[in-house]
């Protein structure tokens, strides 16, 4: 009698199921996360309580004859006062037995052996590290600067003093060549000369050195986590391969789940389950971890349950997407004066976190070291002040190149006696327009004359 000493406390007769790690057998007594719960809420509703092991194993359903088995029959038949085990709250269920308060949330996840299904490598792998924005945003971040170099290099007089008679080397079509070749940390001609052209030649190399440092060092862990990323995310994905079986407990409620769905991807699971139900349908909890470990299989169960499998084998791992999302509640008879009272103390464990203490006691995982962050590729924001950099760069550039044919045109102006703004106008004019043909053309007439 674990309740307590007191002969005048109720005694409640508790049925429940082995299943690590809510309840299993250790040195002879039951220990597990719900007889810890069973314990707290007798002493907070002051109870004796007796506990026995479910007769068949089973958490209930109804059967071929229409009774109900497992603890939930148990309940039915008045053998048990409630049942303090994983047992997922239902409308069928909650027909005939009462729940109080889910104690623990879940829902409906797939677990998988991480080495299970080779991934095919993608033949556009290098891309992977950069999301398609940031390579957007380098496209565009690399034609703006070869566009800056090539104006900021016509408006600069100390690149191009003399445009009706000097060949200007930063055409547009050399200014791509020359970021490109910066991209790729090739050193590639025309050299700079202006200040100014030097300033967005400089801003680009930072540039091109940050990027391809975050690139070289993502698509490295890229390579090294490509173990870890996982063919199947997704239900659907899990109905769309042939490589893996896949099944669930026989007769639980994450059968009838699927039987009863209405969505197309959920129904093709039922079919394919119903249709190999004595090769993919396990007794089991332990029956379905093994068989993963062992085979091509995937079991579709418990969220919470497949967590602590992946808690204690390392080369287990469940799929992202959870499903159906759920609870197990504490199953009493039909209106029985506990279920409110145990409602009230369940909430009260929540409130005080002595739920979450006794999750993580019982879910404490030996692979937590091992694991690593999902990776994912770089998105645009993680490279913001990099862009913003060149940007600040680029102005710099130009502006510098502005002021440099400010100081040529204020000193032009002194000599031929017109106006600053008139000087730097046509200086500005002449250095946009001017066309190389145009150039080649007046030399050949100049030499025509002569």
């Not at 309740?3 to 409640?12: F, S, V």
């Not at 602590?308 to 084998?313: D, M, S, T």
């Amino acid at each position: 009698d674990p309740g307590g000493p007191e002969e005048d406390l109720p005694t409640l007769t508790v049925t429940t199921i082995l299943e690590d790690p809510y309840a299993m057998v250790r040195s002879a007594e039951l220990e597990g996360y719900c007889i810890d719960l069973l314990k707290a809420l007798a002493a907070m509703l002051h109870f004796n309580y007796k506990v026995k092991v479910v007769g068949d194993g089973q958490y209930g359903a109804i059967s071929s004859k229409g009774n109900w088995t497992g603890m939930i029959g148990e309940i039915m038949r008045q053998e048990a006062d409630i049942a303090v085990a994983p047992l997922t709250v239902t409308s069928a269920r909650e027909e005939v037995v009462s729940f109080t308060t889910p104690f623990l949330q879940t829902g409906i996840g797939i677990l998988l052996r991480k080495d299970t299904i080779s991934q095919e490598t993608p033949l556009f792998h290098f891309l992977a590290p950069f999301s398609k924005e940031t390579w957007t945003g380098l496209l565009f971040a690399y034609v703006l600067t070869c566009l800056c170099l090539f104006l900021v290099a016509r408006l600069s007089p100390c690149e191009w003093n003399e445009p009706k008679n000097e060949e200007n080397h930063f055409t547009f079509l050399n200014s791509l060549w020359f970021g490109a070749g910066a991209l790729a940390l090739q050193g590639v001609t025309p050299r700079p000369k202006a200040l100014s052209v030097r300033v967005i030649a400089a801003i680009w190399w930072l540039f091109t050195i940050a990027l391809l440092a975050a690139y070289i060092a993502n698509f490295t862990a890229l390579l090294s986590s490509g173990s870890e990323q996982l063919p199947i995310q997704t239900f659907e994905d899990l109905v769309k391969q042939r490589e893996l079986e896949f099944g669930t407990l026989d007769g639980s409620s994450t059968f009838y789940f699927f039987k009863n769905s209405k969505n197309p991807i959920h129904q093709l699971i039922y079919e394919y389950m119903d249709k190999r139900r004595d090769y993919v349908l396990v007794k089991t909890y332990q029956e379905a971890v093994q068989r993963v470990m062992e085979s091509n299989y995937a079991f579709i169960g418990e969220s919470i349950s497949q967590d602590l499998a992946a808690a204690r084998h390392c080369n287990l791992i469940r799929a992202p997407e959870v499903i159906g999302a759920r609870g197990f509640g504490i199953a009493t008879t039909k209106a029985s004066l506990w279920t409110k009272k145990l409602s009230i103390a369940v909430l009260r464990l929540r409130e005080s976190g002595d739920l979450d203490y006794l999750r993580n006691k019982w879910w404490e995982s030996s692979c937590l070291q091992k694991s690593r962050d999902r990776w994912s590729p770089l998105q645009p924001q993680a490279l913001g002040g990099l862009f913003l950099t060149l940007a600040m760069g680029l102005a710099l550039g130009v502006i510098a190149a502005v002021v440099e044919l400010s100081n040529k045109s204020r000193h032009t102006a002194g000599h031929v006696k017109k106006s600053c703004c008139s000087i730097f106008t046509e200086e500005v004019c002449t250095r946009l327009r001017i066309k190389e043909n145009t150039r080649q053309s007046q030399e050949t007439s100049g030499k025509a004359t002569a």
